[in-house]
């Protein structure tokens, strides 16, 4: 059964500071990785995914993961953070083809100015 | 990226009422759409996944007479929530995946917060 943990319920850091948003993921076969991000009372918003290929994903606002595959990691990072990053970031897996996405619980980022 | 649109925002229904949630893909056609649940400071539940022509297909411990879902055509999708109960209020997310824009990543909505008095 595939599964995916963001260990962290919040991550607070300073505005210019890099940051990262941890996720481990298990899912049987090669896996489909991605990362949403939710504003207040807003639906997700999709910011990148790891399908195959290169390592080192970039996506939306600057955004980038590392796909590790040793660790069955897949961790948010941003060189720099903004006070606009601070929002609710889902961790997503899938199996082979994509189907049946699975999110993690969720974590909170704030970045204070 | 996809446009994905919902329609109510927000609804306030009578217990015991129908209320009915448009979920629209608005520049790619979907052959896929998801619906999903989510609490207060909790992840997505998947509800169900509905492929265009095809019934619903409902994730376990989802009643499928209580939350009818409808996939008419490739571009619009709906949630019923039949006879209401105030437990049924939450905020209902839907995504939809296509062909032409990847079957692999699903484009959400913006969201339907139902409350049910």
């Known amino acids: 059964a595939q599964s995916v943990a963001q260990p962290e319920d919040q991550v607070n850091v300073a505005e210019g500071n890099p940051l990262t948003v941890k996720c481990t993921y298990s899912?049987?076969?090669?896996?489909?990785l991605f990362w949403y991000v939710q504003y207040p009372n807003r639906g997700l918003q999709f910011l990148l995914k790891y399908i195959t290929g290169d390592n080192l994903v970039k996506g939306s606002y600057g955004f980038e993961a590392e796909f590790n595959k040793s660790q069955t990691s897949f961790h948010l990072k941003k060189p720099s953070a903004l006070v606009s990053d601070s929002a609710l970031y889902f961790c997503a897996v899938a199996g082979t083809g994509g189907f049946k996405t699975i999110f993690g619980a969720g974590t909170r980022l704030f970045v204070k100015a | 990226g996809a446009v994905v649109s919902q329609h109510p925002s927000r609804v306030i229904c009578k217990s015991g009422t129908s209320v009915k949630i448009e979920c629209r893909s608005l520049?790619?056609?979907?052959?896929?759409m998801f619906w999903y649940r989510q609490f207060p400071k909790k992840s997505l539940m998947l509800m169900a996944t509905?492929?265009?022509?095809?019934?619903?297909?409902?994730e376990q411990g989802v009643e499928k007479d209580k939350f009818l879902i409808n996939h008419a055509s490739l571009t619009l999708s709906t949630l019923t929530v039949t006879s209401a109960h105030p437990e049924d209020s939450s905020f209902y997310i839907c995504?939809?995946?296509?062909?032409?824009?990847?079957?692999?990543?699903?484009?959400f909505g913006p969201g339907t917060r139902l409350t049910v008095l």
């Open positions: 509905s492929n265009e022509g095809s019934k619903a297909t409902y």
């Open positions: 995504s939809a995946s296509g062909r032409d824009r990847g079957t692999d990543t699903q484009y």
């Open positions: 899912v049987s076969g090669n896996p489909y």
């Open positions: 520049d790619f056609q979907a052959t896929t």
